[in-house]
């Protein structure tokens, strides 16, 4: 759980992310952490750029343990705090830690982040004096705080390059965001030339969304751009969708968000269009529908589909109508699925199906042919027979695609049983005129349920008063 705060909240600010981390710590007994645990919470501190608070550190087990200090130092170093860095540098080598290439590497780091660039050359000299090589560790924190003092980096390049330094993907995600402080977008693709990222996982992703929050979505849609650039279709299509998503939950602006996915389209022509990850994430929101709209009125194309959480999340007919009424204003007319998976199961639980067709008859002006199947086969999905019964004897003129209910008709007898009510529905239904041609509604129907029931069901349902009733159909117009 700690690891997780550390690895996998990259949308928390800092101190959140320590806050979360502190309630979790504080579950354990205070002889029960062990060292992974510590290690653990560090860890937190470092990705969280926190230090570890006095009354908390008072309390810190394995501070003799040359691990634990040397996370306890990187948090320090992270954040800047030169003085307690030295301390722990000193307390390592009384307990007989000399100063290597890391201990120096969060001394540059402290320095750097500090905005001290004489104390990075200091400790350079002390490193030169003691005789301890610039390694991997302690060239990693140099790049990092000359790209923050902008200092030229040429050398340092060179340096790890000629040692044949490389950079893991946690490692290159950090001097990435070091560049975002500065905007120096042009030196993204020479840093990425010499480390290249191995694998666009969660470290790579996290990076992008940090940067999101931290208000450089600009900044990071070049990034994207670069590490994308050579990548594969599957690739492209597993990592880029959650960006438009992640900066509508950042709160960025309608504006801001067409322009970055209109500027992401014209760098990946060939992908989905981006735009529509950002018109389904606004539209899970019912609180953004003006949002959600700005966004929408540039959709092409326009699909059903992005309407339908928020029909699903309406909590009065009115909330229902209302995004009915949206889409037809866009220009779009509810297709078969929007209104029977979507609309009238939301709308029936406030109202009977009668009122719910008129009312949407008068404020969406929706006709009685249009409505009627979809609302019958919502009836069925929702095992409501006696309604469906109901409204094919108010509506006797009908005209109804027969395909779409045999189906459900068959599954709403599976579970409600009730037999002569069904066979009167599939008598009322059968003699209906269908949408394009004849159809052998009772036939479909009663294969679809010899397919899914058990014996004694099938025959309850072929019994000589149900058949009797199958029979009338072809008269089934003088009935009423």
Same mark, same amino acid.
Request: hydrophobic share 45%; with cysteine; glycine share 4%.
């Given at each position: 759980?700690?690891?997780?705060?550390?690895?996998?909240?990259?949308?928390?600010?800092?101190?959140?992310?320590?806050?979360?981390?502190?309630?979790?710590?504080?579950?354990?007994?205070?002889?029960?952490?062990?060292?992974?645990?510590?290690?653990?919470?560090?860890?937190v501190?470092?990705? &969280?750029?926190?230090?570890?608070?006095?009354?908390?550190?008072?309390?810190?087990?394995l501070?003799?343990?040359?691990?634990?200090?040397?996370?306890?130092?990187?948090?320090?170093?992270?954040?800047?705090?030169v003085?307690k860095?030295?301390?722990?540098?000193?307390?390592?080598?009384s307990?007989?830690?000399?100063?290597?290439?890391?201990?120096?590497?969060?001394?540059?780091l402290?320095?750097?982040?500090?905005?001290?660039?004489?104390?990075?050359?200091?400790?350079?000299?002390?490193?030169?004096?003691?005789?301890?090589?610039?390694?991997?560790?302690?060239?990693?924190?140099?790049?990092?705080?000359?790209?923050?003092?902008e200092?030229?980096?040429?050398?340092?390049?060179?340096?790890?390059?000629?040692?044949?330094?490389?950079?893991d993907?946690?490692?290159?995600?950090?001097v990435?965001?070091?560049?975002?402080?500065?905007?120096?977008?042009?030196?993204?693709?020479?840093?990425?030339?010499?480390?290249?990222?191995?694998?666009?996982?969660?470290?790579?992703?996290?990076?992008?969304?940090?940067?999101?929050?931290?208000?450089k979505?600009?900044?990071?849609?070049?990034?994207?751009?670069?590490?994308?650039?050579?990548?594969?279709?599957?690739?492209?299509?597993?990592?880029?969708?959650?960006?438009?998503s992640?900066?509508?939950?950042?709160?960025?602006?309608?504006?801001?968000?067409?322009?970055?996915?209109? &500027?992401?389209?014209?760098?990946?022509?060939?992908?989905?269009?981006?735009?529509?990850?950002?018109?389904?994430?606004?539209?899970?929101?019912?609180?953004?529908m003006?949002?959600?709209?700005?966004?929408?009125?540039?959709?092409?194309?326009?699909?059903?589909?992005?309407?339908?959480?928020?029909?699903?999340?309406?909590?009065?007919?009115?909330?229902?109508?209302?995004?009915?009424?949206?889409?037809?204003?866009?220009?779009?007319?509810?297709?078969?699925?929007?209104?029977?998976?979507?609309?009238?199961?939301?709308?029936?639980?406030?109202?009977?199906?009668?009122?719910?067709?008129?009312?949407?008859?008068?404020?969406?002006?929706?006709?009685?042919?249009?409505?009627?199947?979809?609302?019958?086969?919502?009836?069925?999905?929702?095992?409501?027979?006696?309604?469906?019964?109901?409204?094919?004897?108010?509506?006797?003129?009908?005209?109804?695609?027969?395909?779409?209910?045999?189906?459900?008709?068959a599954?709403?007898?599976?579970?409600?049983?009730?037999?002569?009510?069904?066979?009167?529905?599939?008598?009322?239904?059968?003699a209906?005129?269908?949408?394009?041609?004849?159809?052998? +509604?009772?036939?479909?129907?009663?294969?679809? +349920?010899?397919?899914?029931?058990?014996?004694?069901?099938?025959?309850?349902?072929?019994?000589?008063?149900?058949?009797?009733?199958?029979?009338k159909?072809h008269?089934?117009?003088?009935?009423?």
């Amino acid at each position: 759980m700690l690891n997780c705060c550390a690895e996998y909240l990259p949308h928390l600010p800092g101190i959140r992310k320590v806050e979360l981390a502190e309630k979790i710590w504080n579950t354990f007994p205070d002889q029960g952490r062990s060292k992974l645990d510590v290690l653990a919470f560090l860890n937190v501190h470092i990705a &969280a750029t926190q230090e570890v608070k006095p009354e908390v550190l008072l309390k810190l087990p394995l501070l003799e343990d040359k691990e634990v200090l040397q996370l306890l130092l990187e948090s320090h170093a992270e954040c800047g705090n030169v003085a307690k860095c030295s301390e722990i540098v000193e307390r390592m080598k009384s307990l007989g830690f000399a100063a290597a290439d890391h201990e120096f590497a969060c001394l540059i780091l402290a320095h750097g982040t500090s905005n001290n660039y004489k104390g990075v050359q200091s400790v350079l000299e002390r490193m030169d004096l003691t005789g301890v090589n610039r390694g991997r560790l302690s060239l990693f924190s140099l790049l990092r705080v000359q790209i923050l003092n902008e200092i030229p980096v040429i050398e340092t390049l060179k340096m790890m390059h000629d040692q044949g330094v490389k950079l893991d993907d946690e490692q290159v995600a950090k001097v990435v965001v070091c560049l975002s402080k500065t905007n120096k977008t042009k030196l993204v693709g020479t840093i990425l030339r010499q480390f290249p990222v191995y694998g666009l996982g969660h470290v790579i992703r996290n990076m992008v969304i940090h940067l999101i929050y931290e208000g450089k979505h600009v900044f990071a849609s070049e990034i994207f751009h670069l590490l994308l650039a050579d990548s594969n279709t599957e690739i492209l299509t597993s990592m880029l969708a959650f960006f438009p998503s992640e900066l509508v939950k950042s709160g960025k602006s309608a504006s801001d968000i067409l322009d970055i996915c209109l &500027a992401l389209q014209s760098n990946f022509p060939n992908h989905n269009p981006f735009l529509s990850y950002a018109v389904e994430e606004s539209l899970r929101d019912k609180s953004k529908m003006d949002f959600s709209s700005a966004l929408l009125v540039h959709m092409t194309p326009l699909r059903s589909h992005y309407f339908w959480p928020l029909i699903v999340h309406s909590s009065t007919t009115e909330e229902a109508v209302d995004v009915l009424q949206q889409m037809l204003k866009l220009g779009l007319q509810p297709n078969y699925d929007t209104l029977t998976f979507y609309l009238y199961p939301s709308m029936l639980r406030w109202d009977a199906p009668i009122k719910v067709i008129k009312l949407l008859q008068e404020k969406c002006h929706l006709s009685f042919s249009t409505q009627l199947g979809p609302m019958l086969c919502a009836l069925l999905v929702n095992k409501q027979i006696e309604e469906a019964l109901h409204l094919c004897k108010l509506i006797k003129d009908r005209t109804i695609d027969l395909k779409k209910l045999y189906r459900p008709m068959a599954m709403a007898l599976l579970e409600k049983k009730s037999y002569a009510q069904s066979a009167e529905l599939v008598a009322s239904l059968a003699a209906s005129r269908h949408k394009f041609s004849e159809v052998d +509604f009772v036939g479909l129907f009663l294969c679809e +349920f010899a397919n899914r029931c058990q014996p004694t069901e099938l025959r309850e349902c072929i019994s000589v008063r149900y058949t009797m009733i199958f029979m009338k159909i072809h008269f089934y117009g003088t009935f009423y």
